[in-house]
């Protein structure tokens, strides 16, 4: 067999790979949407019911902010993205939600203090001391004003984005966490991941504001990459102000599926710089180690929690399997494929996606289950509760969509059989 | 064979089954004592070490306040009602861990506020809005005052007890949680039992102080047994404050274990009262049916949390296998038995503290085991963490040791055959 026709063999059998792939989460998306809006519109008083069982029922009907939030930016990214899903049903119970964010989110108003849930008719029930609630609050304002074009959405995204920066860089103390002598000043991974990617969300084509903020990203970006520690041997959820490893657990602390998540944040600032180099490091230390060090040698699947010395977590989930770690996963390895070519990556997202579709689906009800045991059983039939709503599966399989779609528009593209081969990429099943 | 030989033989079956079982209790209690003796102290700065990992070494050397209250007020139980305990290095550790508590639990002196975890030096690291730190420094400050017969270690308890009284019955603001609109005015059983634990604490032979609280016992009675609902057929853990189901999630929240603990604070409250009607009530509602409930058919061992209507609990740990909610068990069903004769809870007994001593022991390094998977696995190796110290195994071993001993005097003292039958007895292997 010539050289040139192997090379068209091997594009070929990659295209359809990656088309079934496309198609495979593309229904999938389908079916997740739809299991929302079937089961979690509350249409007497706006916002989304969250707390679904396997089949949808409302099994609580408390109102967490950060769902009401992610849902109602979910719907209005899938209304502007994705032309099968701009019908009217998405973009008004986006507004329906974000109405209800403006009239009952904020605690104290004018305070911007957001609390983490809310009764179903918006009186609040508790408030966390960190910064989260108005990070997804800003998050569903500014989708919100893209979509509607209403400049009282983005009025709002922007002056709560002042807060939050505030908050973070200037003074905390409105956050209401005492400081105490014996708690090191410390940062968690999360809010600089978090800060960093509502910047790529109030500067997407915003030259004004990207401008505004570019120097946050820059400070997000370089607090996040402090997170490796070790000499590169890992990342650490928790460091002190300066960049050096914590002692005890709270320092040890590891969050495999956290690290693949800021992993893609940073693909993301990369790609913005321009930066190669950053991108290289990112897929080493974002992507590599956290998969390497974090996948279940037995029984496959994602720890949740881990020690860096080895030893054993204080948390009773940490060997648990998360929906979302996996759903970033996914993500991360595909975007990272897709920025740097690295067949290896392709391999790792056919092998998290098989886990994943595999372990996470309900093909009888629909949406993922989101808790399985160490061995991969599941461990709790809920398909929204206090912490999943409608975010990771739906960003996840739309992201994956969408870059595939490139892939294959690049493949199409690509130079016909012998002409210089392209990166060479091993076939679905030998990813397993 | 004659009935009087049959009674006799029934009889010396159940003596020889309780003698071993004290035996086996026994000697488990000394070699938990030799784990926390071994690894636990803090030479240099007083109190203990809880951070232990399964073979003793210190994986980190934060120290919770509860922890530290436990074990000061195990050491000095032990040393006052076990003659073999009764040696100066527990009493030296026991007083070292209570300086150190009167030095630095309290945040801001003389407030009495107490942290929830302090640094290894003392210094305060997270404050917890609730009265638990508070309730076991009281313990721990009255049994170092019966040990040593210190006045100031007394007029701390007393102080703190009236500190508490205060919070929970008058004015809990001092606690610093926000009233917030949306929030259900609710009570969680762990605060009246938490206080009727202290109210038994601090009125043992002390008729002064018995007499000052025997109101405030029954308030704490009154309201456990708030949380029997449903027509007397589930144990809620939360309630509203005048005794009604709370909607949600929270309202039909379980926790078999709390309720089994909650149900020896009753019978010996029940005891002290002399109400036979109540300790009646007591085991079939808080002895009989969590175990019922609570019990996996399939893997057995008590789940850690329920739904009350049998839907799946949001808590990711909700099926794991604790090693406290069985210790709280072996004591309720042995103290049900002590009290009542009634030979379905020897059973019970039997058939839990097998469970427990096969799944939980740890016969390589001692101490037992915390956490288990829902099928018996060890999902955590440690020994002790934020939540487990020296505290309910060595408590459990220590009640079940002495309530065996008094049902062996109780048996040699029984008539001699041919005289009116004692309850029947089932033998060990019949409670498998």
Redo the contacts between chains.
Sequence with gaps: MSGGLRMWQDMEKERETLQAWKERVGQELDQVVAFWMEHSHDQEHGGFFT?L??DGQV????KYVWLQARQVWMYCRLYRKLERFRHPELLDSAKAGGEFLLRYAR?APPGKKC?FV??RD??????QRTIFSECFYTMAMNELWRVTGEVRYQSEAVEMMDQIVHWVREDPSGLGR?Q????PASESMAVPMMLLSLVEQLGEADEELAGNYAELGDWCAQRVLQHVQRDGRAVLENVSEDGKEL???LGRHQNPGHALEAGWFLLRHATRKGDPELRAHVIDKFLLLPFHSGWDPDHGGLFYFQDADG????Q?????KLWWPHSEAMIAFLMGYSDSGDPALLHLFYLVAEYTFRQFRDPEFGEWFG?L??EGKV????KG??FKGCFHVPRCLAMCEEMLGALLSRLASAPAPGAPSPPAVPDRKGAE
């Design positions: 707390c069982g396997r099994y609580d009907d408390l605690v609390a809310l009764t918006g009186r609040p029930v508790k408030v005492p105490l002598p014996g708690a002692s005890g657990c030893l054993c977590p204080t009773l989930e940490w060997a648990m808790y045991s160490r461990a709790l039939t809920i509760g206090p």
